[in-house]
């Protein structure tokens, strides 16, 4: 270590971009610190975001399987379904804790140091931790992001009523009617796990389709999918407020280009229109360093800031807010920090919707393709189709691939089907070996399976798949 610091690298924030930063720098043989706040380790991912949300949506989709009546479409009879909430609760935080911990334990075996309390910038070398003052030659900043308030409308997690994610995470029991605010990821898979739950479900979303940044194709497929479900949808509509009164929510809405008001009564409201970076507190100004309009961090593709050794990675720089995005991001750095050379492909990066049928793209959207000026062309197949699919009576969705005409070279892919969430890593790696859809068509995919609808989606787009 550098004699003149008490650390060689110091993590601000433990989420998937800082707790893996400072792992890859200890194992690079770096005296690494890492400050966190929160009681444990991991960040929003880990103990109110991607973990426990994932451990609902299982418990509430094993739930409805046995209510609803797949179970025994199978021949599989339970008797009376009922639900126990604490118990699925149970299981939920079981998973965050054995994670958070894990977290701590990997920090012991990569002598990574937590050092406990809120960081913020003394100088671009100092960080005050509470009352101490540590200093490092390189500070990375993975300060994450939290829930962007919308104005006017007051959440209050603990009395469960107007609530952002991490209250929808612990609801005490299954609302009678849920209102989402907000048709994006958190709202459609929150809103989803209290659909199956038993609650009716009404989402309210400003723009005309849900999930805004997703293939057009794929956004309306799954509005049709989510009110199949029993979701209501509501599009095009704004909240203007939200009043409570007692253990009622009342909500004022508008059609979003104007026009006659209505109201919407609830028992609980979940507000997920999205999410902004974590600065404030931060002592940014202290180094000289701002944000952008939105908040963000700006960063090279190093992850340098433009303050020499603060570095920046997740969801408080520019780029989706994703887990993956953000670990990629922290081992980039370290390696980077180290002298090695880190790189992360934005363009390459997938996102998945885990509700079910789970939702999942990479790359660019047909839209995006257009409009970036390629020539296009597409190829779709319907799990419909699939062997794997029909068998186990689980054929929603369908996979499109989409191909630059003149090269054949894939742009991107958008699957809906149970399994998207893991099929969607192969188009990832193929495209990172620079695919064409050809590629695909003539690798031999096993069968039966739900992946045989990836290569038949590339032989579509070749011309013809064989089962449709
Ligand atoms: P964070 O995970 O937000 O971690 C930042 C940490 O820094 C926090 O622990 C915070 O306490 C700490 N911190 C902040 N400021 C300071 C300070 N000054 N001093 C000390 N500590 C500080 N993404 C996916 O890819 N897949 C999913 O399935 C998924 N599900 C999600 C579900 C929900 C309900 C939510 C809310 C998010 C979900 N996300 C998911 C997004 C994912 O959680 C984030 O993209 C990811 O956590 C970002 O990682 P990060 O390291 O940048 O920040
Ligand atoms: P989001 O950006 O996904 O969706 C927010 C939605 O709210 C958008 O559709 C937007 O048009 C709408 N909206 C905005 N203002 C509104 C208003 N006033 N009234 C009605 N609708 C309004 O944000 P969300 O769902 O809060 O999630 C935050 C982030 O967390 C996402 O960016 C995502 O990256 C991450 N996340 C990822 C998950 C995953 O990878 N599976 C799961 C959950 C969250």
């Not at 009622?248 to 979003?256: G, I, M, R, V, Y």
Request: glycine fraction near 12%.
């Amino acid at each position: 270590a550098d004699q003149n610091y008490d650390y060689d690298v110091l993590v601000i924030g433990s989420g998937p971009g800082g707790y893996v930063a400072a792992i890859r720098a200890g194992q690079l043989g770096m005296k690494t610190a890492c400050v966190e706040s929160r009681e444990t380790l991991g960040g929003t991912c880990l103990n109110v975001g991607c973990i426990p949300s994932k451990a609902l949506l299982h418990g509430s989709e094993l739930f409805e399987e046995a209510a609803g009546g797949t179970l025994a479409k199978f021949g599989v009879n339970t008797g009376k379904v009922s639900l126990d909430l604490d118990t699925m609760m149970g299981e939920k935080s079981t998973a965050v804790k054995e994670l958070t911990g894990g977290i701590e334990m990997l920090f012991k075996k990569n002598k990574v140091t937590w050092l406990k309390g809120r960081g913020s910038f003394v100088d671009a070398h100092t960080v005050k931790v509470g009352d101490d003052t540590v200093t490092a030659k390189n500070i990375v900043i993975a300060t994450g992001s939290s829930v962007t308030p919308l104005p006017g409308v007051e959440i209050d997690n603990d009395k469960g009523i107007v609530v952002d994610s991490t209250g929808a995470l612990k609801l005490p029991k299954v609302p009678d009617h849920m209102v989402v605010i907000g048709g994006g990821v958190i709202g459609l898979e929150l809103g989803s796990v209290w659909r199956r739950l038993g609650a009716k479900v009404t989402v309210v979303e400003f723009l005309d389709q849900l999930l805004p940044g997703m293939d057009g194709e794929v956004r309306k497929e799954a509005a049709k999918l989510f009110k199949k479900q029993g979701m209501e949808l509501k599009l095009s509509t704004k909240v203007t407020g939200v009043e409570v009164k007692g253990k009622k929510a009342t909500l004022s809405l508008e059609p979003a280009e104007g026009g006659d008001a209505e109201t919407l009564d609830a028992d609980c409201v979940l507000v997920a229109i999205g999410r902004k970076p974590n600065t404030d507190g931060l002592g940014l100004d202290a180094i000289g360093l701002e944000t952008n309009q939105r908040g963000q961090i700006e960063i090279d593709e190093d992850f340098s800031t433009k303050i020499d050794g603060v570095w920046a990675v997740g969801d408080v720089v520019p780029g989706p807010m994703l887990a993956h995005k953000a670990e990629d991001e922290g081992i980039a750095v370290a390696e980077n920090i180290a002298g090695m050379t880190g790189i992360v492909n934005h363009a390459i990066i997938p996102s998945v919707v885990y509700t079910m049928p789970e939702i999942a793209g990479v790359g660019l959207t047909k839209e995006a393709a257009e409009e970036a000026g390629y020539n296009v062309k597409t190829g779709k197949f319907l799990m419909v189709a699939n062997s794997r699919a029909k068998t186990n009576r689980d054929t929603d969705g369908f996979v499109k691939i989409i191909a630059d005409k003149d090269t054949d070279r894939v742009l991107g892919a958008w699957i809906i089907s149970s399994l998207a969430g893991t099929m969607i890593a192969e188009i990832a790696l193929a495209m990172e070996f620079g695919t064409t859809s050809e590629d695909i068509a003539y690798t031999c995919h096993a069968h039966p399976t739900h992946s045989e609808a990836i290569k038949e989606a590339a032989m579509a787009v070749q011309g013809k798949p064989i089962h449709m």
